[in-house]
Nanobody, 117 residues
Framework: QLQLVESGGGLVQAGGSLRLSCAASGSTFRFSLYTMNWYRQAPGKQRELVATITSSGRTTYEESVKGRFTISRDYAKNTMALQMNNLKSEDTAVYYC?????????WGQGTQVTVAS
């Protein structure tokens, strides 16, 4: 079992920055094997994939966040982060950390990000 806990959400003005963190605990000895994702879900919308970092460190981003968001991971600390710059009102959502490897699929409880315009 892997437990994921997000932190770092909050209220920020448009154009500002936030850094989200995801800390893994439990069976972390395989943490380096997991593909890690950040998802978000805005009110009334479906959950969408925002950014991915693979076990080898390769990153991909949803088109609207390219150039503004940066995903990273620390294998030694079993953590993942999402640096969000130049935030826009449309980035307002609950952000979720996800870890996936073979048939293992874990989610955090989410952290709220609200961008005031």
């Amino acid at each position: 079992q892997l437990q994921l806990v997000e932190s770092g959400g909050g209220l920020v003005q448009a154009g500002g920055s936030l850094r989200l963190s995801c800390a893994a605990s439990g069976s972390t000895f395989r943490f380096s094997l997991y593909t890690m994702n950040w998802y978000r879900q805005a009110p009334g919308k479906q959950r969408e994939l925002v950014a991915t970092i693979t076990s080898s460190g390769r990153t991909t981003y949803e088109e609207s966040v390219k150039g503004r968001f940066t995903i990273s991971r620390d294998y030694a600390k079993n953590t993942m982060a999402l640096q969000m710059n130049n935030l826009k009102s449309e980035d307002t959502a609950v952000y979720y950390c996800n870890a996936i490897w073979t048939n293992y699929d874990y989610w955090g409880q989410g952290t709220q990000v609200t961008v005031a315009s």
